[in-house]
């Protein structure tokens, strides 16, 4: 599969490998390469409950990640695209600003957002499995936030009133990522399991054959404690619910195509 004009490459040695997407005319997806490589999933005892355990150890092939949550602009620039199995209101957010990110989508919402720029692209965006997130998350970290064991309003934005500007904090972690604590919840592409017991240890998606199925949310939001925005911290949510803490962030399969 080739990968067009469009996709623009920057490599900078010892940098993240960033990938540009154009979605209009000033709107732009970044693309973060994320490296394969195995972690701990879930934390360890004396940290979170029953649905981070057991902590088990899991390898991640090498896949990409949107660098920020993505954002309004980047919603809208979609959203006018045509439909594949649902419609996309162009605005859903509740804070309005176009480099905010994007919230009060259902998860339904959140994959047509990805089926319409497949189409576009011509490549398979989807939403994260959880494993892959948490992953992401973490960047090679076992504390409770990738930038350490506490967490503070210089660094993410949480207990607040509202969600704040993608990067505004410029606190990437060793992967290149921003806004992974706090600021919107993240739609994950797994159904909800109330803890690890025969997890996948591939990096897969777990799923189940109900379309009801409550979807996994990660990362915490603008408005919850620190305790909610940790890196193992997980939760769910019917997918059919709009809520104004949950967003989303995307992910690209990079096995069907040489990016070189």
């Known amino acids: 599969m080739g990968l067009g004009s469009k996709w623009v490459i920057n490599r900078g040695r010892g940098q993240a490998e960033v990938f540009y997407e154009q979605l ?36 991640v092939a090498s896949f990409l990640l949107s660098r920020f949550p993505v954002t309004q602009a980047q919603w809208e620039a979609i959203a006018r695209t045509d439909k594949v199995r649902i419609d996309l209101p162009p605005a859903p957010s509740r804070f309005q600003g176009k480099n905010l990110p994007v919230e009060g989508v259902t998860w339904f919402e959140a994959i047509e957002f990805c089926e319409r720029l497949q189409l576009k692209t011509d490549r398979p965006y989807r939403l994260p499995s959880e494993a892959e997130w948490e992953y992401a998350c973490r960047a090679g970290t076992a504390t409770r936030f990738h930038f350490g064991e506490t967490i503070s309003p210089k660094v993410a934005t949480y207990n607040g009133t509202q969600t704040t500007a993608v990067g505004s904090h410029q606190a990437a972690n060793a992967f290149g990522l921003e806004d992974l604590h706090g600021n919107v919840w993240e739609w994950c592409a797994d159904h909800w399991y109330d803890n690890y017991i025969d997890a996948p240890v ?43 803490t949950i967003g989303l962030r995307i992910a690209l399969s990079i096995e069907a195509f040489n990016l070189d």
């Not at 490296?35 to 934390?43: H, I, L, R, T, Y």
């Not at 979807?215 to 911290?233: E, H, K």
């Open 24 to 59: 209009g005319e000033n709107t732009v997806l970044e693309m973060v390469q994320i490296p394969g490589g195995e972690f701990q999933m879930g934390s360890p005892e004396k940290e979170g409950d029953y649905r981070e355990k057991p902590q088990h150890l899991v390898n």
């Open 202 to 244: 591939d990096g897969t998606a777990r799923t189940t054959n109900s379309r009801a199925s409550h979807r996994v949310i990660r990362g915490g939001s603008w408005l919850d404690t620190p305790n909610l925005c940790r890196s193992g911290y997980r939760n769910a949510l019917p997918p059919g619910n709009k809520v104004i």
